[in-house]
């Protein structure tokens, strides 16, 4: 354990922000967390995770919550076009959900109540840790033993401050302000294809479905197409079954300066997003269009799976890399997908999230010392290099392409 606590702030209050603010805190470090979004609760959008490894790991070690969290699926296979099976792989996967593993690390983290899990009592040796909402940094500066940070909250019109920290870890995603304030020309690039994702309720699916996705891994790939299907946990993370979710992540090319690929990512109301597409935002006729897309290409039981969706959203697929995640001789770190946003054909962004929780946590024990940045990015460029093939490969038939997002 450290000799001394310290006072970190954490940018970012998500995943990332808040394994890497658990581990500091049961290292007795007082730990803030400025999260910019204004509402007291982060909107999931209903997605799920591969529950991998690292995450497993971390889990066990900090999150000491007395429920389950995963679904297992001990099957993987891929359909051909008429819905028989291409091939199967006896190989097991764990699945969660994003909001069941959030609403778990808030009650440990700062004891948040929520119907997901009880909230652990605080130990004697952990230190403090506080989360603030609507708190958009602006600025972040060396002062040799310490770094201040300058925010404003995105509630009020003018309300600017300013703290200082003995270390200041950036976990504030894929587009981290941070990053940008520090390295501008870091820019993050459209690949050329966006998911489409949702849900449907397992006790609300016709027989095909649950017989198709019921604890299975599903995939089929076509010509420029990709979809995928796993179970993951339901409201409140119950993995009851009839309760569960079948999950659904369709992946579908977009040329950046297309008439479709702008009217997909304008909403509703008229306004553009530049990486996602909200819950009921997307425009009805786009979803229609979709739905009967859905008919033509897709094997029955995954066509089925998207045309009984009720709340479809779109994430924009993007890469981005830094070329370091150290700064102000080790005073500010980056973590997570703010050092490299993977693509998610290889399910490890969470991982990431976790395995750079896990080696904060060593090096501020002084277990490792150098090395665990290099590590860090050796990881970063292999899992950026990996997604890319994957992703090129499903897409483009291997086809490069680099288009930018503002």
């Known amino acids: 354990m450290a000799t001394q606590p310290k006072n970190i702030i954490i940018i970012g209050g998500s995943l990332a922000g808040l394994m890497t603010g658990l581990t500091l805190k049961h290292l007795g470090h007082t730990i803030r967390i400025y999260e910019r979004s204004p509402t007291t609760l982060l909107h999931s959008q209903g997605a799920g995770i591969v529950f991998g490894p690292e995450a497993q790991s971390f889990f066990s070690q900090h999150v000491h919550v007395s429920r389950s969290l995963s679904i297992s699926s001990k099957l993987r296979q891929t359909l051909n076009r008429d819905g028989s099976i291409l091939n199967r792989d006896e190989r097991e996967q764990k699945m969660v959900s994003w909001d069941l593993l959030y609403f778990c690390l808030r009650a440990c983290f700062d004891g948040l109540k929520s119907s997901y899990c009880e909230t652990p009592e605080r130990k004697e040796e952990e230190g403090k840790g506080k989360y603030f909402y609507a708190r958009k940094v602006t600025g972040v500066k060396d002062l040799g033993e310490q770094v201040e940070v300058e925010f404003e909250d995105v509630d009020a019109d003018d309300l600017f401050g300013s703290e200082k920290a003995d270390l200041v870890i950036a976990a504030d995603g894929p587009s981290s302000s941070v990053r940008k304030l520090l390295l501008p020309e870091v820019v993050r690039t459209y690949a050329g294809y966006v998911a489409w994702r949702g849900t449907v309720v397992e006790s609300e699916a016709s027989k095909l479905l649950k017989t198709t996705f019921v604890d299975h891994f599903t995939f089929f790939h076509g010509p420029g197409i990709q979809i995928l299907s796993y179970l993951i946990p339901g409201e409140n993370g119950s993995l009851e079954p009839g309760k569960r979710l079948i ?117 501020m024990k002084g277990e490792i010392s150098n090395e665990m940045l290099d590590e860090m990015m050796d990881y970063a460029r292999h899992l950026s290099a990996a997604g890319q093939k994957m992703g090129n490969r499903s897409q483009f038939g291997d086809a490069g392409i680099n288009l930018k997002v503002s």
């Open 247 to 363: 999950n659904w992540v369709w992946y579908c090319n977009y040329p950046a300066d297309s008439p479709e690929y702008k009217d997909l990512m304008t909403d509703s109301d008229g306004h553009f997003h530049h990486t996602t597409m909200p819950v009921g935002k997307i425009q009805d006729q786009l979803w229609t269009q979709q739905k009967e897309h859905a008919k033509d290409v897709l094997p029955a039981a995954f066509s089925e799976l998207v045309c009984a969706t009720k709340m479809p959203f779109v994430q924009a697929i993007t890469d981005v890399i830094s070329p370091q995640a150290s700064f102000f001789n080790k005073k500010l770190l980056l973590v997570g997908d703010a050092v490299a946003g993977f693509r998610p054909h290889t399910a490890a962004s969470t991982s990431q999230a976790a395995y750079h929780a896990l080696l904060v946590e060593q090096m």
